[in-house]
């Protein structure tokens, strides 16, 4: 069974950073693209950013140049560091896998951005 457990949103001040990391299990992670997603209120969920199995990257232009998305295979991890926070980036944050699986979201962590 599939488990991705996120952490490490909060509130935060518009301008200033935090860290999210995602835990899978129950998956090959080292073969699986992952990808980080958002859903903010009265909006559909999104792709922010993806790490393919090979390290190469893409973002959301919304994020480029201040999210970075990273990987660590040896602890089936995925983060994402958001710098430059903006109140646009409020919403509740998801991992999964790229594309991403109808059965697979977790919970998810809020990120508040307070301008």
């Known amino acids: 069974q599939v488990q991705l457990v996120e952490s490490g949103g909060g509130l935060v001040q518009a301008g200033g950073s935090l860290r999210l990391s995602c835990a899978a299990s129950g998956i090959i992670f080292s073969v699986n693209d992952m990808g980080w997603y958002r859903q903010a209120p009265g909006k559909l969920r999104e792709l922010v950013a993806h790490?393919?199995?090979?390290?190469?990257?893409n973002y959301a232009d919304s994020v480029k140049g201040r999210f970075t998305i990273s990987r660590d295979n040896a602890k089936n991890t995925v983060s994402l560091q958001m710098d430059s926070l903006k109140s646009e980036d409020t919403a509740v944050y998801y991992c999964?896998?790229?594309?991403?699986?109808?059965?697979?979201w977790g919970q998810g962590t809020q990120v508040t951005v307070s301008s």
């Open positions: 790490i393919a199995s090979s390290d190469s990257t």
């Open positions: 999964n896998v790229y594309p991403p699986r109808r059965t697979n």
